[in-house]
């Protein structure tokens, strides 16, 4: 296969390992590919373009021959090449690109992980995700360089607090976040899920309070609640894209926390396909 590069960034083709249950909706998917050795990430919520092959199909369709076109700004959407050539593929040939999160790196041998969410009406990714299966191809849209601009959760280094928000898509950014931060950093995280059974142990060094709530009360536990003592916190919220919105609104007007000091990621929005929500930019 042809390598196409957009430092920091490139192709990695991969296939399935290995699959596991980690709750009622929520599935883990190693992966693995002699490409990996050029995988580099410093993880935290590191993102990740994800081509999954239709029904039917062996492999995903990604004309990564045709390069990276007029602009290397980008990893993805790069107005040419690899971007308009499987743009202009018929939907039901042209693969079905997601974002994720990198869950976990490891080496010898090299394997990432990668959790997936499923739910009911499945799309295209939750279904595939289960029904994967040791072998499965894909291919990996990431990062050739471990410092790199698909890792959003960057505090100041003068923060006191760590404050962290996210519904069941950004789980495995926040289980990753936490995992790289040191010991006795203080951080508070309100974690939501639809299915109290999802709730589990986190791994971390850090001195963290951890509150896992039902799906949607999250602004209205934050609302009763005083912001943690601190003078410089330091917020990571993401999720849904509404509901990214009103906590930083929270975040910002009623705690009073300086905007530049928090950083808002929208995963998914109610109604909208990931497609729909890349066209509506």
Request: proline share 7%; with cysteine; net charge neutral.
């Amino acid at each position: 296969m042809t390598t196409a590069v957009a430092a920091p960034f490139r192709f990695f083709a991969l296939h399935v390992v290995r699959t596991r249950r980690l709750g009622p909706s929520l599935v883990r998917v190693s992966f693995a590919g002699e490409d990996l050795r050029h995988f580099f990430s410093d993880g935290r919520d590191q993102s990740l373009s994800l081509f999954l092959p239709h029904p039917g199909q062996d492999a995903p369709v990604v004309p990564v021959e045709l390069g990276w076109g007029s602009s290397r700004s980008s990893a993805a959407e790069s107005g040419g090449g690899w971007w308009q050539g499987w743009r202009e593929l018929p939907d039901d040939v042209r693969a079905v690109m997601r974002s994720y999160t990198l869950r976990e790196m490891r080496r010898d041998p090299d394997e990432i992980d990668v959790d997936f969410v499923l739910h009911t009406p499945a799309g295209p990714a939750s279904a595939w995700a289960g029904r994967a299966r040791a072998g499965d191809r894909v291919l990996l849209l990431g990062p050739a360089v471990a410092d790199n601009r698909a890792i959003r959760f960057q505090p100041p280094d003068d923060t006191d607090l760590v404050l962290l928000r996210g519904d069941e898509t950004a789980l495995p950014a926040i289980a990753s976040i936490l995992a790289s931060l040191p010991a006795g950093r203080r951080v508070r995280a309100w974690l939501e899920v639809r299915d109290a059974r999802s709730a589990r142990h986190l791994a971390t060094a850090a001195d963290a309070e951890i509150s896992w709530l039902t799906d949607g009360t999250c602004l209205d536990v934050l609302r009763a609640a005083p912001l943690p003592p601190a003078e410089r916190p330091y917020a990571w919220i993401a999720g849904e894209s509404g509901s990214v919105k009103a906590l930083r609104r929270h975040f910002v007007r009623e705690w009073g926390i300086d905007r530049r000091r928090v950083t808002f990621v929208g995963y998914w929005r109610q109604g909208m396909t990931e497609e729909q929500l890349r066209a509506a930019g």
